[in-house]
């Protein structure tokens, strides 16, 4: 089964989803499923099991069948005892959401979710999904067994940069006949930062140099200049460097992928500005070429400033100035 | 909504242990119908399953779907071959059970096989068509157990092919098979109580509203209505009960114990018959005795005659009482039926012979068994009284080379009787009842067979008195002058032990025995003793639980008698109240940990400010909240900001300590927000020196 309610038109879903919401107390980090925001319906293969059971008193009736009518009702108790059970396996559970790693707008954004309960009980099969899961997954899945907590990551389809909330994620379980569709709406509180997606193309540059619409447009600046750079080192390959800039020689002598590094002089010092780029590119577009230069700027070991319209980062490099960067860009508001 | 518009995801292949789990359902669901099965249908079930099985390791060798509804169709014909009909008990559960094997081949998906274990449900119901007894309703427990074990399996299954989410780990192996079964057997105890409420409390209602179509070759044990050589004698090898008898005082003695079922008044030369509708307008019967009052509980025979003690003197309403003084129901008897009567242990009946009786009970075939004609005439010659002939046959059976014995050499031909009487001279009682029968018509004396059951044994421990087909048996009345129709039993002259204790006394030492006697020793004989007063007080409460015993059963626990209506409400009360109480025991709320005390004072401080009209939005972070709450309320600033400092530390900070906690919750205690127009100003941000 999917995560959707079962046997339930989509108006009434939202319907319902909005009054729940209403219901739901403001969004936390850490939510215990309260009873009062546990929900309840039978599924498809319950009203299956019920119609059975109902043909089955009905036979019985008929032919005065006492051991029939045993069947029904011991039946029928059976069914509305697994409610009780489908509801307690959510009741009281504590969803903590954990702070998730920022992404690049495209990318899954990954929120650490971990369930734990106060007692030692099995509370296997419990399925996550959220509002804006990516169609295509399956639920999260996790089964809590005789274990204080188990962890498990939800993810979000993102599209754009800025926050991402799971909004509202729904916890829900059939566990154990796959009778009855339980589930609670938790608000979660918790945020992951979406970059711009980075550009295609990627940029050599050059500290010092003022660069103008004309190179950004045509791409890459001609390999030629990268002998005047500095040698640095040798490092770790990455996704992205360039094949020129391969470590051949190192790469032959120990099997793995290097690339040669350049520095350039510290003194030296780039500015990715706003205004330079191409007017008439609209403003994700820029930004998405701002994050990828940022990305190449770093990756190249370059010291760079970022302006924008309403904000200045001073030249800096590192991995701290790098995110400080790609937040602005993030959450950059014209 | 993404939620609401995301597909229906059906899991294209459960894990093979889903599918062992369904045949293994099946299976068990099926066992009990085997014996009922053709056997072609058997075979034709079981390579159905293992073909299945197989396709787990080769799943290219799944059938197509024509070969499938090939099956389908050759399996119908058959059935029909068979039984007439493929809607009746057997062919349906036949049929059924065919389908399901079939359905199992094209199931792929979850809801697939939760369909095949809701109608597994089903057939288990159609075996209580046949038999409800112990160990049928033992096995239909077991069966449920293994039946949830099989849907907890395929509910756990689900989902985990192609779970995307990065942890590949197989998830159907998560919950140990003892789990599952703990599971299992803890809901079926629990569902236990729920159910006895419903089963008391569920108006019954008489009466079928359908009903199946008729079968043939549908074997019953049991009395048949016509008496030829050997069919009584192959009675005798089952021991599966025909009644049970509960007396209100003493049972009478063993040789009283003569239950009357069917008069056979016809002779054709070889068999003996009921005939024609005997028309004599009213039984006469004289008690000459005190009546016995008993009540009989009569298992299912698909017959409508119905068993009493010799001679019913008084019937319930609804039962037919004829001149023959046999008793009918006036329908077939296919449930457990009980019945109160009481009889005269000695009586006259008929002292006035009807000309139709006197008629019938000297009709003599056409032709046939000269000798037994020429030996009934010289008696009659010889002997003036029809009491002496009786006797003096009586004397003749017990003093010559007569044997009573359950294997007897074959009487074909027409002269069967003479062949009996004066040639092998080694008979069962439907022998010397028919020989007996027809030489006191030959010597001009009325006389008739009467089938029945003679004996039964008494359950010492609940003084019930347990008749079985072994007891089967066949005997004689004769007319007499004043005494009107009278018993006469052959077979006391010559085995007198059949009557005076049971049939294994009476026959010789060198007799091969059927398997229950054999068995019927010692401890054995305790046992059954036990089993059957057991399996006695189930057929009376359980099996036999009916709309009168549901009204006197009520009326004992509320004093009146209960309307429809009332009953309703009664059940669906009392049952609430149960699954209540059930579901208290399963939820436990008073262990149930409640809100963490860091959240929970949090959750304090925002409703306190919700009710000055600062609601915290949803996905806005506390600090924001603080913020905003801050502006709207700016007198309590400072405090605002102290309690979302602290509750920040609290919450993100690894090592905050108790301290900082009860100060956080002084702090939210103390708090008390005051209207932006409000005037009161009675608490200063308390605990500023909580930093």
């Known amino acids: 089964m999917a995560a959707e309610l079962p046997l339930l038109p989509g108006f009434m879903q939202r319907m319902i989803q909005r009054w729940a919401s209403r219901r739901q107390p403001a969004a936390q980090a850490e939510i215990t499923v309260q009873r009062r925001q546990l929900y309840i319906l039978p599924t498809r293969q319950g009203l299956l099991f019920f119609s059975i059971l109902l043909l089955i008193l009905i036979g019985a009736i008929n032919y005065e069948i006492n051991l029939g009518y045993m069947l029904a009702f011991l039946l029928g108790s059976l069914g509305l005892l697994a409610m009780v059970y489908t509801h307690q396996n959510l009741n009281g559970l504590q969803v903590r959401v954990h702070r998730a790693e920022p992404v690049f707008a495209g990318q899954d954004a990954l929120f650490s979710i971990s369930i734990s309960q106060q007692g030692n009980d099995l509370h296997p099969a419990l399925q996550l999904r959220s509002d804006n899961s990516p169609a295509s997954n399956q639920p999260t899945r996790l089964d809590l067994l005789r274990q204080r907590s188990v962890n498990g990551s939800l993810a979000l389809a993102t599209s754009q940069r800025g926050y991402i909330t799971p909004g509202m994620v729904k916890l829900f379980s059939e566990y154990p006949l796959g009778l009855f569709h339980a589930w609670s709406w938790l608000k979660l509180d918790a945020q992951c930062l979406v970059y711009p997606a980075p550009a295609p193309q990627h940029f050599k540059l050059r500290a010092g140099q003022q660069q103008n619409n004309k190179n950004l447009r045509d791409n890459q600046l001609s390999s030629d200049k990268r002998g005047s750079d500095d040698f640095a080192g040798i490092r770790q390959y990455q996704l992205g460097d360039q094949r020129n800039h391969m470590a051949w020689k190192a790469i032959a002598r120990t099997g793995q992928l290097q690339t040669l590094q350049f520095s350039q002089d510290a003194s030296e010092e780039l500015w990715l500005r706003w205004d330079q780029l191409d007017p008439h590119l609209d403003i994700e577009q820029k930004l998405s070429i701002l994050c990828r230069m940022v990305l190449d700027a770093d990756q190249q070991g370059l010291r760079y400033g970022l302006q924008l319209p309403d904000s200045c980062l001073e030249p800096n490099s590192g991995l701290q100035h790098k995110q400080h960067c790609l937040k602005q860009l993030a959450l950059f508001a014209h | ?691």
């Open chain 2, 1 to 691: 909504m993404r939620v609401a518009l995301s597909r229906l995801i059906d899991v294209k292949n459960l894990p093979q242990q889903s599918v062992s789990w369904v045949v293994l359902s099946l299976v068990l669901v099926i066992t009990p119908h085997l014996p009922r099965f053709p056997l072609w249908s058997v075979f034709l079930i079981a390579a159905l399953f293992i073909w299945r099985l197989l396709c787990i390791k080769h799943p290219r060798w799944l059938p197509p779907k024509w070969l499938l509804l090939l099956i389908i169709i050759v399996a119908a014909w058959g059935l029909f071959m068979h039984f007439g009909t493929v809607f009746g008990k057997t062919a349906g559960s036949v049929f059924l059970s065919l389908l399901l094997a079939i359905k199992l081949h094209e199931s792929r998906s979850r809801r697939d096989y939760m369909l095949l274990i809701a109608l597994s449900f089903f057939i288990i119901v159609t075996n209580f068509l046949f038999s409800q007894s112990i160990p049928t309703v033992v096995f239909m427990l077991l069966s449920v157990i293994v039946l949830l074990m099989s849907m907890i399996h395929i509910n756990l299954a689900q989902d985990t092919i192609g779970d995307t989410s990065g942890n590949s780990r197989s998830h159907s192996h998560n919950l140990s098979h003892r789990d599952k079964l703990k599971l299992a057997s803890r809901l079926l105890l629990q569902a236990l109580p729920l159910m006895l409420i419903m089963f008391v409390l569920f108006p019954r209602i008489s009466g079928p509203l359908w009903q199946l179509p008729e079968e043939k070759n549908v074997a019953v044990s049991g009395l048949s209505d016509r008496m030829e050589p050997g069919n009584i004698s192959a009675l005798i090898q089952s021991s599966a009960v025909a009644f049970r008898a509960e007396f209100d005082r003493q049972p009478p003695p063993q040789p009283q114990l003569y239950w009357r079922a069917l008069v056979l008044w016809t002779f054709d030369g070889r068999s003996w018959e009921r005939g024609k509708h005997n028309p004599t307008p009213q039984a006469n019967i004289q008690p000459l005795a005190d009546p016995i009052d008993y009540r009989i509980t009569l298992e299912p025979h698909q017959q409508d005659w119905l068993f009493a003690l010799d001679m019913p003197l008084n019937v319930p309403d609804n039962i037919d009482y004829s001149s023959n003084f046999e008793l009918r129901a006036g329908e077939k008897i296919s449930s457990l039926y009980q019945y109160r009567l009481s009889s005269v242990p000695e009586y006259i009946i008929q002292p006035q012979l009807s000309p139709w009786e006197r008629s019938a009970g000297l009709k003599m075939p056409a032709e046939g068994n000269p000798q037994t004609r020429a030996l009934g005439r010289q008696l009659a010659q010889q002997y003036t009284e029809p009491q002496q002939i009786v006797s003096q046959v009586l004397a003749m059976f017990n003093a010559e080379d007569y044997h009573y014995t359950l294997n007897p050499p074959l009487t074909p031909g027409a002269d069967s009787v003479d062949q009996f009487l004066f040639q092998t001279r080694r008979g069962f009682c439907e022998h010397y009842a028919g020989s007996f029968a027809l030489l006191m018509r030959a010597a001009g004396v009325p006389a008739r067979v009467v089938l029945g059951y003679q004996g039964g044994t008494l359950n010492p421990l609940n003084q019930v008195v347990t008749v079985r087909q072994s007891e089967a048996h066949a005997w004689v009345e004769v007319w007499l002058e004043q005494q009107g129709w009278l018993r006469v039993d052959p077979t006391a002259a010559i085995a007198p032990q059949r009557i005076e204790r049971n049939l294994n006394a009476a026959l010789d030492a060198s007799e091969v025995r059927p398997l229950h006697m054999q068995l019927n020793s010692g401890l054995m004989q305790q046992l059954v003793f036990y089993w059957d007063a057991m399996d006695n007080q189930w057929k009376q409460w359980v099996i036999g639980y009916d709309d009168k015993l549901q009204q006197a059963l009520l009326n004992k626990l509320f004093n009146q008698k209960l309307p429809f209506a009332e009953m309703i409400v009664y059940m669906l009360v009392s049952f609430m109240l149960m699954l209540l109480v059930i579901s208290l025991f399963i939820m436990r709320p008073w262990q149930r940990p409640r809100m963490e005390p860091v959240q929970r004072s949090y959750q304090q401080f925002c409703n306190k400010l919700a009710k000055r009209g600062v609601k915290r939005q949803d996905h806005e972070g506390p600090m924001d909240f603080a913020q905003r709450a801050a502006q709207q309320l700016p007198q309590q600033a400072a405090s605002i900001e102290l309690i979302s400092r602290a509750y920040m530390r609290l919450r993100y900070q690894a090592n905050a300590s108790d301290k900082l906690l009860a100060q956080f919750q002084r702090l939210v205690k103390q708090f008390k927000p005051i209207d932006r127009g409000g005037s009161k100003t009675d608490n200063p941000p308390a605990g500023g020196s909580g930093k």
